[in-house]
């Protein structure tokens, strides 16, 4: 499910930078963490999901509709006029687009929290196996784009759905299972092949066709898109504002103790500096690398590798250790944020082929990825002793507060320049340190 969902959020940068504008393509970031958190919130409001008997059958239910929307999102998409309208008639139309884009991801955020919440136990194991399979997605996206058209890779993305939908189910019938996957993805691209014939779409190009993927380092926004881009700031921040106290309102709760005021900020924090952090490298490494698919699938791919080896690196004994390890990930950031501006610049006046950039920029990342990535497993640790009720709850606020700074990352790096995003990031996991290291100390034995 997590290597579907990435795909299909690869896929979007490059459908966002023709049907929308070519700098919105990291608008497939935000409508994909959004579609998580609200998937997260979900199963902590809905009863029905704490249900340990009913899980195989939702797993499987979450997966089939997640295939079942990405056609649904898409026609919505090129049907909602989001260019053409602005005032509060165009806020309204950018939310209504914004919210369908988060469909398919929605249901991938219940299939994942649904795994995550059931197996606490296995967290870090759990969270480790979800990266993989995100970086995964990213590396099969670059093949898919050589091989095949939007159209026919959004097609593989509904089967991908569909095949995690069966591997769920209990029955055995394996032989068949798999046998229905191969059919209904011969006949999806045969019906693709089909579709794309009908449709007047600009954006359906050929293998050898690559849409305009723009990121802020190169871009030139235009009045309207800077008009809809801060618009979409205001919506996100709105959304984070939401997530914050809206569980104390639609669920019956004690009234929040100092110390979940204090996990709250702690996942709060990491979000926001953990996309802040990405979106800063992915403007970075574009300029370095000279291709946006080989940037966004290198950045996307090495992070997600290594925050999953982070993760799975995260022991339980974290009183001492996690404060030194997150010590350490202040440490990392202070110098990989000195290194990436060198490395740049380096990279734009020497001579290197692509496969040495491809080399340099993840020597910069992994350091960086596995030390953030064992941030989200120690928080969770401290979540799961004294909170458990609340796990879901913290992990959909971590996701609104990435949906919200993925939109301010673009805002600062217009606004000022692309080292203010990174450095606010590194700012934003301080104090998420601070409030680790006040909780553990104050830890009830």
Not at 25 to 38: E, H, I, P, Q, W
Not at 77 to 105: D, M, N, R, W, Y
Not at 161 to 169: H, L, M
Request: hydrophobic share 55%.
């Amino acid at each position: 499910m997590s290597l579907s969902a990435l795909l299909l959020e690869t896929l979007f940068t490059r459908i966002f930078s023709v049907t929308f504008w070519s700098q919105f393509a990291f608008m497939a970031v935000s409508v994909a963490m959004l579609g998580l958190t609200v998937g997260a919130l979900l199963v902590y409001l809905l009863p029905r999901f704490r249900d340990p008997k009913r899980i195989s059958r939702q797993l499987a239910g979450s997966s089939l509709l997640f295939a079942a929307t990405i056609p649904l999102t898409l026609v919505l998409h090129l049907l909602i006029p989001t260019h053409e309208v602005g005032g509060v008639k165009g806020i309204f139309f950018l939310t209504a687009e914004f919210l369908s884009l988060t469909l398919p991801f929605l249901f991938s955020g219940i299939n994942v929290t649904l795994v995550l919440m059931h197996y606490q136990k296995d967290f870090r194991k759990l969270y480790a196996a979800d990266l993989f399979g995100a970086a995964l997605g990213c590396i099969l996206f670059i093949g898919a784009v050589q091989v095949m058209n939007e159209l026919q890779a959004l097609v593989g993305v509904v089967v991908l759905g569909v095949g995690a939908a069966w591997t769920y189910q209990e029955e055995e019938k394996t032989g068949r299972k798999w046998m229905g996957i191969l059919l209904l993805g011969l006949l999806g691209f045969w019906a693709s092949d089909l579709i794309g014939g009908w449709l007047d779409a600009s954006w359906l190009q050929s293998p050898s066709g690559s849409p305009d993927v723009n990121l802020v380092g190169a871009a030139q926004f235009s009045e309207r898109s800077l008009e809809v881009l801060h618009s979409l700031l205001g919506v996100t921040l709105g959304i984070l504002v939401l997530f914050l106290p809206g569980p104390y309102l639609l669920r019956s709760a004690q009234r929040p103790r100092g110390r979940d005021i204090m996990l709250l900020g702690y996942f709060t924090l990491i979000g926001i500096g953990f996309m802040l952090i990405e979106i800063s490298q992915l403007q970075y490494l574009n300029v370095f690398l000279g291709n946006p698919d080989y940037s966004i699938s290198m950045v996307l791919c090495t992070l997600l590798l290594a925050t999953g080896l982070g993760s799975y690196l995260a022991r339980r004994d974290q009183r001492r250790t996690g404060i030194r390890r997150l010590l350490g990930l202040l440490l990392v950031l202070v110098v990989t944020g000195l290194a990436t501006g060198e490395m740049v610049e380096w990279g734009r006046e020497a001579d290197i082929q692509l496969g040495g950039r491809l080399l340099v920029a993840a020597a910069i990342l992994l350091p960086m990825g596995v030390a953030m990535g064992m941030a989200m497993p120690l928080g969770m640790d401290l979540a799961r002793r004294e909170r458990p009720d609340l796990a879901p709850w913290f992990w959909s606020v971590n996701g609104a507060a990435s949906v919200a700074a993925s939109v301010m990352a673009v805002v600062l790096a217009v606004d000022f320049s692309l080292e203010v995003p990174y450095w606010t990031g590194a700012v934003g996991y301080g104090l998420a340190v601070a409030c680790y290291v006040l909780m553990v100390r104050n830890q009830p034995e």
